[in-house]
């Protein structure tokens, strides 16, 4: 089963020997309740609209095997995107060869927790991780940092002198993975400082000049559910300022949630859901097909 083929990878610039072409998209997923996803009944609209699937790595590896064959095959010609953790190369490499590579997921996307606990990985370092996986994951998908550098405390008071329209060693990992995704949950994005919203516009706003892609993870955090309004609240001012992302992700990421947790992965009928944002997501910017032209870094 060939899972994500060449002509669905939407979302991002393909690679120079498919169609050039550049598709705005939705990739719903996560960890809390991910294996609902099974059920092609909770996704019936968000498929049909055009919505990809997410495989945030926490939520795929808890998977057994036969429920992991019924998820894809709920979702099967859809674009995925996968999200892997940073360090040990040579680890993430086999894993995704084993869990993902096995199972036939070929990702249009692949993105990695590379600033995840205060982390800052230098372009070296960067290379070498993404070289390492270029082996198992071959060139078609592109391979993303995630952005999490204005979410750690002791960076507030750098935020604007660390803008990626100003940083040349931010800049250097962005160019080289041919775009960037941000982990920025809207409730989250709204109670921190003003600093930390122009850091969030202002890198979206310079890839975007830069012809490179830009995903942003929208995820439930503390939301409840309000996690559709704050979404909405959230795409508005990225509009408003000029920063709207080419994808979207939207997803919860938590392993441990308290009894009645109601932002699970499922269903979309349930707004705030991740699944029921990302309809709206996908609903809110459909697919649309655009010129461009940019190799897979």
């Known amino acids: 089963m060939k899972l994500s ?9 393909l690679p120079v020997d498919a169609d050039p072409t550049f598709q705005t998209t939705v990739y719903a997923g996560g960890v809390t309740g991910f294996d609902a996803l099974a059920d092609p009944a909770h996704s019936v609209e968000y498929r049909k609209a055009g919505g990809g699937l997410y495989l945030h790595n926490n939520g795929w590896s808890d998977l057994e095997p036969e429920k992991r064959k019924a998820l894809l095959a709920t979702f099967e010609g859809a674009p995925v995107g996968v999200e892997l953790g940073f360090g040990n190369a040579e680890a993430w490499a086999r894993h995704f060869s084993k869990a993902y590579h096995a199972a036939g997921i070929r990702p249009d996307f692949i993105t990695v927790n590379c600033f995840d606990k205060d982390n800052k990985p230098t372009l070296d370092g960067w290379k070498a991780y993404t070289a390492r996986l270029r082996k198992e994951c071959g060139e078609k998908p592109y391979i993303f940092p995630t952005f999490e550098y204005a979410n750690f405390g002791p960076n507030i008071p750098t935020l604007r002198e660390r803008f990626l329209s100003k940083d040349k060693g931010f800049q250097s990992i962005v160019r080289h993975s041919k775009g960037i995704v941000i982990d920025c949950p809207p409730d989250y994005f709204f109670k921190r400082e003003q600093n930390y919203r122009d850091w969030m516009t202002d890198a979206i706003q310079w890839t975007r000049k830069q012809g490179l892609a830009s995903l942003i993870i929208v995820s439930p955090h503390h939301s409840g559910k309000k996690a559709d309004e704050d979404a909405k ?24 949630v308290p009894e009645g947790y ?12 991740p699944l029921g ?20 870094n």
């Open 5 to 13: 083929p060449v002509f669905l990878c939407l979302g991002f610039p």
């Open 233 to 256: 609240k959230f795409v508005a001012y990225l509009r408003e300022h000029g920063a709207l992302p080419d994808a979207w992700s939207s997803e919860n990421y938590w392993n441990e």
């Open 277 to 296: 944002v990302g309809l709206w997501l996908v609903k809110e910017f459909p697919p649309v097909k655009k010129p461009v032209a940019a190799p897979a």
């Open 262 to 273: 109601p932002n699970q992965v499922t269903p979309e009928t349930v707004p705030h859901t």
